[in-house]
C-alpha cells in the first residue's frame, strides 16, 4: 500500500509569487491533515478536512492561503502571494475515519523556501 | 489551550545502551492521547508508540517503552538497546479525545529532540 505522498519535495520561490503544494492520502482515508514547521519550532496544524469538506481550518495564518481537498482525495494548498515568513516544511497526514485512536501517516513533506 | 513541551533539544546514545527523552504537556482536559513520532534524516515521520490518557498501563513497542505519568503530565520515552537505525527526530505529541471541543483531530506537537547513536 502506497503510503502519503506530497509534491514537490522542495520548492525555492520569490516573495510575491505563488506556489501550490499538493498531497496525496493513503487510499481510502477520509481525514487530511495540513502541518507546518518552521525551522526551529513546533509542527503547528494548518487545517483538516474530512473527505472534502474542511472541517478545522483554525490552523491557517491568514488569507494568503488556500486549500482544497475536490472529490475526497488529493489535496492541495496554495500560498498566493508567498512572502518570507512562509518559509518552512509542510507536512500532510492522513487517517481513517473511525476510532479517535486513529494513527495519522505522514508524508515526507514539501519544503519551501521563499527568498 | 494544550501545550507540549520538550526540553531537551538534543540527546546522545552509545550504540546498545539506554536513551531516555522527556516529554510534559499541560492540559485541563481528563482523556487525550499521547504519541511519539520518530524522523529520521530525510525521511519520512513515523509513529513509534502512542498512550491512551484512560489506560494506567504504560505502551510498549518493542524497544521503545514509554513512562506515562499523568498526574504529573509526563510521557517520556525510553529507547532500550540503542541502534544506529534509531538516530532521527523524535516528536511527542497530544491530541484531544471526544467529548472536548476544540480541534480534536489534530496534533499539537512539541519542538523535538534530535537524537544522536554513536558506534
Known amino acids: 500500500e502506497a503510503g502519503v505522498t506530497q509534491f514537490p519535495s522542495h520548492s525555492v520561490i520569490e516573495k510575491g509569487q505563488t506556489v501550490t503544494l499538493r498531497c496525496d492520502p493513503i487510499s481510502g482515508h477520509d481525514n487530511l491533515y495540513w502541518y507546518r514547521r518552521v525551522m526551529g519550532k513546533e509542527i503547528k496544524f494548518l487545517l483538516h478536512f474530512v473527505k472534502e469538506s474542511k472541517q478545522d481550518e483554525s490552523g491557517m495564518p491568514n488569507n494568503r492561503f488556500l486549500a482544497e481537498r475536490t472529490g475526497g482525495t488529493y489535496s492541495t494548498l496554495k500560498v498566493q502571494p508567498a512572502e518570507l515568513e512562509d518559509s518552512g516544511v509542510y507536512f500532510c497526514?492522513?487517517?481513517?475515519?473511525?476510532?479517535?485512536?486513529?494513527?495519522?501517516?505522514f508524508g515526507p513533506g514539501t519544503r519551501l523556501t521563499v527568498l | 489551550a494544550q501545550t507540549v513541551t520538550q526540553s531537551q533539544p538534543e540527546m546522545s546514545v552509545q550504540e546498545a545502551e539506554t536513551v531516555t527523552l522527556s516529554c510534559t504537556y499541560d492540559?485541563?482536559?481528563?482523556?487525550?492521547?499521547l504519541f511519539w513520532y520518530k524522523q529520521p534524516p530525510s525521511r519520512q515521520m513515523i509513529l513509534v508508540i502512542r498512550?491512551?490518557?484512560?489506560?494506567?498501563q504504560n505502551a510498549t513497542e518493542n524497544r521503545f517503552s514509554v513512562n506515562f505519568q499523568k498526574a504529573a503530565k509526563s510521557f517520556s520515552l525510553k529507547i532500550s538497546d540503542s541502534q544506529l537505525g534509531d538516530a532521527a527526530m523524535y516528536f511527542c505529541?497530544?491530541?484531544?479525545?471526544?467529548?472536548?471541543?476544540?480541534?480534536?483531530?489534530?496534533?499539537?506537537f512539541g519542538k523535538g529532540t534530535k537524537l544522536s547513536v554513536k558506534p
Open positions: 497526514a492522513s487517517s481513517q475515519l473511525g476510532p479517535s485512536t486513529d494513527t495519522q501517516y
Open positions: 492540559t485541563s482536559e481528563s482523556d487525550y492521547y
Open positions: 505529541a497530544y491530541r484531544s479525545a471526544p467529548p472536548y471541543g476544540g480541534s480534536q483531530g489534530n496534533l499539537i
Open positions: 498512550q491512551e490518557a484512560y489506560k494506567q
